[in-house]
């Protein structure tokens, strides 16, 4: 049995995508802004919420499955998107994909993935979600609307909390690149990670292929990286929304809410779903837990919309507990660069499988048969009422 297979996990997937990644793209996938308080917070927080118990009870026929923007998924779940994925392995966008449609739940492309729109088009069959980051060059971001309306995205997911970079002392401490630069000190890391480099070697796609190629300024890694940093638009706003709605053509979440008047700011513009969302900790370090606002955002917009939420999921439980706060279903990306690390598409379906089964047994341990039904009543109130007060 491999070490993919011993896996029960989330966690067993970490320890042994820490051993086959180099440390810089680890460090990338398990990391946040500063001090990374609001990054921990999204696991604690979960662990301060207690289930119900309920026995004796019929759990027959049990359903894990719903509906996200209408579309049937196995699981009330959606790959989040996770820039830089195809440097934790090789063609790593392309492998998540693949596992995310044979799961039966949408994958979400980043802007900055190192696979383009179309690569993810040409490996799968499935329409799948494209993240958009506003940049200051409009044409830029035109074409890569049409782009992702050409390969049938199903939604655009807009991002709107990375107007700036928030600092991520991991990544500038090991001088994160893509591709990585070629130092003694990688060169060196490369020779205890052989499988990475090989599987390295054997792909053509290494840099940002959403960018590279699409803009006249960008003609190396150096320029490249330099246009991207100056790139994000610090005008952008709720009206925005509306412009790129109508270019896409199609259903627009807005991720990146965090505070109930943004939520309906967003409603108010056009928003189609929205992502209760502090950027996995990565951006405004401080920030409150994705799951500590989540109820005050659901009492406010949740009868108006579809509120998801991200930030801290790493089971099966964890799904249930945002289900139980209202939301109607969670993007995770961790769990995904996690399993992708550990082990390719194979890693990324194992730690799928993992989260499925632990929110089925759950479940059932809770007296429910359908998640369809997970609320308020699943969860212990003073939960709630403690939740006010840290």
Request: a positive charge; hydrophobic letters at 40%.
């Amino acid at each position: 049995m491999s070490a993919l297979d011993r896996a029960l996990t989330i966690e067993d997937l970490k320890r042994i995508a820490r051993r086959r990644v180099p440390k810089q793209f680890f460090d990338y996938i398990d990391s946040g802004a500063y001090t990374e308080g609001t990054y921990r917070a999204n696991e604690d927080d979960f662990r301060k919420i207690t289930f119900r118990q309920r026995v004796a009870v019929n759990l027959e026929n049990r359903n894990l499955g719903s509906t996200i923007l209408g579309q049937p998924v196995s699981l009330p779940i959606a790959i989040a998107p996770v820039g830089s994925t195809g440097m934790t392995d090789a063609d790593g966008e392309i492998k998540a994909a693949r596992a995310a449609e044979k799961f039966g739940v949408p994958f979400t492309l980043s802007t900055m993935g190192i696979c383009s729109i179309e690569d993810i088009a040409e490996n799968t069959t499935k329409p799948f979600w494209f993240q958009l980051y506003v940049m200051r060059d409009r044409d830029f971001i035109y074409r890569l609307i049409d782009r992702a309306k050409a390969a049938k995205c199903s939604a655009l997911v807009l991002t709107m909390d990375l107007q700036i970079l928030g600092q991520r002392h991991k990544d500038l401490r090991n001088g994160l690149t893509a591709p990585p630069k070629f130092t003694p000190k990688f060169v060196a890391e490369m020779m205890l990670k052989p499988g990475w480099a090989m599987r390295m070697l054997g792909t053509k796609r290494h840099t940002f292929r959403n960018i590279a190629g699409h803009v006249s300024d960008a003609v190396n890694l150096a320029s490249l990286t330099e246009w991207t940093r100056t790139q994000f638009d610090l005008t952008l706003n709720w009206t925005d929304i509306a412009w790129i709605k109508k270019r896409f053509g199609g259903p627009v979440i807005v991720k990146g809410i965090l505070d109930k008047d943004d939520a309906q700011l967003a409603i108010d513009n056009g928003a189609d779903a929205i992502v209760v969302s502090n950027h996995g900790g990565r951006q405004l370090d401080g920030a409150p837990s994705s799951i500590r606002v989540l109820p005050e955002i659901v009492d406010a917009v949740g009868h108006k919309t579809e509120v998801l939420m991200d930030g801290g999921i790493r089971s099966g439980q964890d799904l249930l507990k945002a289900l139980a706060l209202g939301a109607k279903g969670a993007l995770v990306g961790r769990i995904m660069a996690f399993g992708l690390g550990a082990g390719g598409e194979a890693g990324v379906a194992r730690a799928l499988e993992i989260v499925r089964k632990e929110t089925d047994t759950t479940m059932a341990l809770m007296g429910e048969r359908d998640i369809r039904n997970i609320g308020l009543h699943n969860i212990y109130s003073n939960d709630l009422e403690r939740r006010q007060g840290y």
